[in-house]
């Protein structure tokens, strides 16, 4: 996961990185060249919430799984403990009976 997180981030940066020198070697006043910087600045920032929700929702996806999982277990093992109780008492009763 942390691979995944580095890989984006460099992506980001290098996009982000590419497009102010592409503007800033672009034959532009300085008014356009501000706006565009601005513009492309604004859909980076607009695709990094975007790319950053998706990783949120992800997480949490992975968390309820995580989570089912963690309760599918717990029950099993309660199961097995019960079952295990259950036999315990049924040869501790028989027991008795054949003392007597």
Same mark, same amino acid.
């Given at each position: 996961m942390k691979d995944n997180t580095k890989i984006l981030g460099a992506l980001v940066l290098g996009a982000a990185a590419g497009a102010v020198l592409g503007l800033l070697f @672009?034959? #532009? %006043? /300085?008014? =356009?060249?501000?706006? =565009?910087? +601005?513009? #492309?600045?604004? /859909?980076?920032? #607009?695709?990094? @919430?975007? %790319?950053?929700?998706? /990783? =949120?929702?992800?997480?949490?996806?992975? %968390?309820? %799984?995580?989570?089912? +999982?963690?309760?599918?277990?717990?029950? =099993?093992?309660? #199961?097995?403990?019960?079952?295990?109780s259950s036999k315990g008492k049924k040869t501790a009763s028989t027991n008795s009976n054949h003392s007597m």
């Open positions: @672009a034959p #532009d %006043k /300085g008014s =356009k060249l501000r706006q =565009k910087i +601005k513009e #492309d600045a604004e /859909g980076l920032i #607009d695709d990094l @919430a975007e %790319k950053i929700n998706e /990783g =949120k929702a992800a997480l949490e996806e992975m %968390k309820e %799984k995580a989570m089912s +999982k963690a309760d599918d277990l717990r029950s =099993k093992v309660e #199961d097995e403990v019960d079952n295990y």
